[in-house]
């Protein structure tokens, strides 16, 4: 990890303590010390490893000696060759010591720090160190055999390069880094701009949508190992697989801005330069994970005062979603390695439908249609599409574009109900294109508000909620739009009773005549 500010500092005591001195009255360290880690992180592990014995020290003069045969192979041979020089005695000195300036002796010490604790953290080198867990904000390794100590933490960053002659404090300034899980409602051209207002937990989408989210990342100072991976739910497609890579956006955003967020404002990371990323499955889920390369952290590590890290990138929601779609969020960080994670969540909601008479019996045969537009003469435009769901004949699932034998008219069948399912929260209209035969079609459509319900706790959509009126039926806060049917009346036949008279008294003359030509007939026959 290039921990490049805090590495200048802690090396400054590295560069010391290799200078070394012939005082004649210098002590012979027989005792113990005791190194303190200031301002521990509670949870977190740390660890100490020895890397030179000290034979003796008068006040800022010290005398090293290596004697791990492990550690002497790293700095005769290995990469610590280019910094310290071993002498026949196995006594230390810094290399170039008289010659080398301050700001060489620095730009040194950046380089041998971070190799000397991945020398020390490499099993194959056996190197043994002692870990403690931090249980208060103050870490105390006692009775120590006096030398140079590399100290390490899980946080993930290198901690400090210490002597135990007798006692040493160092003080932690790492954190552990946060992670929150967001869907982005912002612009979709620019994720990363997003207002504070436009994060959230969850959001609802028709099924078809693309949806964005955005992780957070902050305090990650000094952290090293980053590993950012994501897990799509069944009903989210991860979008804009190219190449083996992920379509996403990583960028540094400045941690007070929180609106109108501008490029100024904005530092974005480079794909294969700053970070890797690599797409997968897991349990069928769609999943990718992410990697800082060495020039990434060199960013993190300059940037991460006044920004946080946002990492945004889009879904599809398919047709296999449900009414929660959960998409979760791993941060791994430091040497164990420690994991935080994070969730945002992606409803999708459904208008129920029950077709009846007055008193609740259901109506088949009815004919319905939804749409989201009225015209100016009050019929829908438009109407949505949607596909029968194979597992139950009464749900009409929205169809995506690619589906075939989709239908714009539902059918009533003998249970009344019907269910639009794949919508997302706003205003519908329900109408009836066809009532039953006997009964009289709904004058106008129905206007159905649609809005979601939360779990308050885990922040999951666990449902929906309706409203809507038409004539005196109306639904407050329900879960079921109910569409009560009229029966159509026999029509009063037009006229007055005059006229009903004048038909049975033609028809009595009719028949009597009829009568009197038959009597005449038989009359003349004789």
Same mark, same amino acid.
């Given at each position: 990890m290039k921990l490049i500010k805090k590495i200048a500092a802690i090396m400054f005591a590295f560069m010391m303590v290799f200078t070394l001195s012939s005082n004649v009255n210098a002590e012979e360290t027989t005792g113990t010390g005791k190194i303190t880690i200031d301002n521990a992180i509670p949870g977190e592990t740390y660890t100490i490893y020895k890397v030179f014995d000290l034979e003796s020290f008068d006040g800022d003069n010290y005398s090293y000696k290596v004697t791990n045969e492990k550690w002497k192979e790293f700095f005769k041979t *290995? $990469?610590?060759k280019t910094y310290v020089d071993i002498n026949d005695y196995d006594g230390v000195t810094w290399k170039n010591e008289k010659t080398a300036t301050q700001a060489e002796k620095e730009s040194l010490a950046k380089e041998l720090a971070p @190799?000397?604790? @991945?020398?020390? @953290?490499?099993?194959?080198? *056996?190197?043994? *160190?002692i870990s403690k867990p931090a249980s208060s904000n103050n870490l105390v390794f006692e009775r120590l055999s006096l030398g140079y100590y590399l100290v390490d933490s899980s946080v993930g960053a290198?901690? *400090?390069?210490?002597t135990t002659a007798n006692e040493a404090t160092i003080h932690e300034k790492n954190e552990k880094p946060t992670l929150n899980k967001?869907?982005?409602?912002?612009?979709?051209?620019?994720?990363?701009?997003a207002d504070r207002n436009s994060l959230k937990k969850n959001t609802t989408n028709e099924i078809g949508d693309m949806v964005w989210f955005t992780a957070e990342i902050d305090n990650f100072k000094g952290a090293e190992q980053l590993v950012f991976t994501d897990i799509m739910d069944s009903g989210l497609s991860l979008n804009g697989i190219l190449n083996n890579q992920v379509l996403l956006q990583v960028s540094l955003v400045k941690r007070n801005v929180t609106e109108n967020v501008t490029d100024v404002d904005v530092e974005n990371l480079r794909l294969n330069t700053d970070y890797t990323t690599v797409p997968g499955k897991e349990d069928g889920k769609d999943k990718f994970t992410l990697q800082f390369t060495d020039e990434g952290y060199k960013k993190? $590590?300059? !940037?991460? $005062?006044? !920004? =946080?890290?946002? /990492?945004? !990138?889009?879904?599809? =929601?398919?047709? +296999?979603?449900? /009414?929660n779609n959960e998409n979760t969020a791993t941060l791994k960080y430091? #040497? #164990?390695?420690?994991?935080?994670?994070? #969730?945002?969540? =992606?409803? =999708?909601? +459904? /208008?129920?439908?029950?077709?009846? @008479? #007055?008193?609740?019996t259901p109506l088949p045969k009815a004919e319905f249609s939804l749409y989201t537009t009225l015209d100016d003469a009050n019929n829908g435009v438009n109407p949505i599409e949607f596909k029968q769901d194979d597992s139950s004949k009464e749900i009409y699932r929205k169809a995506t574009n690619e589906e075939t034998d989709t239908v714009k008219k539902i059918t009533t069948n003998n249970t009344g109900k019907f269910e639009f399912y794949g919508l997302k929260e706003g205003e519908y209209y329900l109408k009836e294109i066809k009532a039953p035969d006997g009964y009289n079609k709904l004058k106008e459509p129905i206007k159905v508000t649609v809005t979601k319900k939360v779990d308050n706790d885990t922040k999951m959509v666990i449902g929906h909620s309706l409203n809507y009126k038409y004539g005196k039926n109306a639904g407050n806060g329900v879960t079921e739009v109910q569409v009560i049917n009229e029966t159509g009346s026999l029509l009063p036949s037009t006229g007055g009773m005059g006229t009903t008279l004048i038909y049975l008294i033609g028809g009595a003359l009719v028949l009597g005549s009829g009568i009197v030509l038959a009597n005449k007939k038989r009359a003349k026959a004789k």
């Open positions: *290995g $990469e610590g @190799k000397m604790l @991945k020398f020390a @953290k490499d099993p194959a080198n *056996g190197i043994a *160190g290198l901690c *400090g390069l210490t967001y869907v982005n409602t912002y612009d979709v051209a620019h994720p990363n701009h993190l $590590e300059q !940037y991460y $005062e006044n !920004y =946080v890290l946002r /990492i945004s !990138y889009s879904a599809t =929601v398919n047709k +296999s979603a449900l /009414i430091g #040497n #164990n390695p420690n994991v935080i994670t994070s #969730n945002a969540y =992606v409803g =999708v909601l +459904s /208008i129920p439908v029950f077709k009846s @008479k #007055n008193d609740n």
